[in-house]
């Protein structure tokens, strides 16, 4: 078993909910292996707040949770990046920088739970559905035995665990 920590760079376009989550879920549940971090391609500049009081009422720490560019992980010396998830269709679609260290990528798109309108319980809900959904994802993913597994086979799983019907 390797002792390697993978980074992984979550994407999506405004950087406020599925990726700050999926961030938040692979850090505080897989630390010890992996180190997380998200982005969008057109941040909003905030957390949404829905997902600051969804990991606060689970316990979850949310202090480096904020609202970047993707361009803080394509410049020169940044962070090199293992793997890179798409979790949103709009950032799937998009034209990616080149992110150093050439990392594997899939695309776990997700229902946006910051486009919900109604009731505060019904917004409550769709974040809570997005955090299961990324949780399934991210520890399907972390079971995979990475360092043993060729790059074409552990594409194909990284293919499959983004296209599971939740």
Same mark, same amino acid.
């Given at each position: ?18 990726? $700050? ?23 909003? @500049? !905030? !957390? ?35 793997? !890179? ?23 776990? @798109? ?5 486009? !919900? ?5 019904? $917004? ?13 994802? $991210? ?21 499959? $665990? @983004?296209?599971?019907?939740?």
């Amino acid at each position: 078993m390797s002792d390697k920590k993978y980074n992984i760079l979550f994407l999506c376009t405004g950087n406020s909910a599925r990726s $700050i989550l999926g961030e938040a879920i692979t850090n505080h549940y897989f630390g010890n292996r992996f180190n997380a971090f998200s982005a969008g391609s057109n941040p909003a @500049g !905030v !957390v949404n707040p829905h997902s600051l009081e969804l990991l606060k009422a689970l316990k979850i720490p949310t202090n480096s949770a904020r609202s970047k560019n993707w361009d803080e992980f394509a410049k020169e010396g940044a962070t090199e990046l293992d793997f !890179v998830f798409t979790v949103c269709d709009n950032a799937a679609a998009e034209v990616c920088p080149f992110w150093p260290g050439q990392p594997m990528s899939a695309h776990w @798109g997700l229902p946006d739970p910051a486009a !919900v309108t109604g009731s505060k319980a019904e $917004i409550a809900a769709a974040f809570s559905e997005a955090f299961r959904m990324l949780k399934n994802r $991210i520890t399907a993913f972390a079971s995979l035995p990475i360092a043993s597994l060729d790059r074409l086979s552990l594409q194909s799983d990284l293919d499959k $665990i @983004g296209d599971a019907k939740d």
